[in-house]
């Protein structure tokens, strides 16, 4: 399974939002199961971005 144009477009967003902010990105990994993106950054920072590119924070 690969990742939506959507999701993509949004992945590169949201990475280059956390690096201008000098965040480090420890992960990036697409769950085959639902096929949502999952990212891992900063010190405690969890984004989960669905198939349609919405994004959420997890806590």
Do not use: H
């Not at 959507?6 to 939002?17: A, H, N, P, V």
Request: charged fraction near 20%; charge should be negative.
């Amino acid at each position: 399974m690969l990742p939506t144009n959507e999701q993509g477009i949004k992945c590169i967003y949201l990475c280059q939002s956390l690096t201008n902010t000098y965040q480090p990105i420890y992960l990036i990994r697409l769950d085959e199961r639902d096929g949502k993106l999952f990212i891992l950054a900063g010190d405690n920072i969890q984004i989960l971005i669905s198939r349609n590119g919405d994004w959420e924070f997890l806590t």
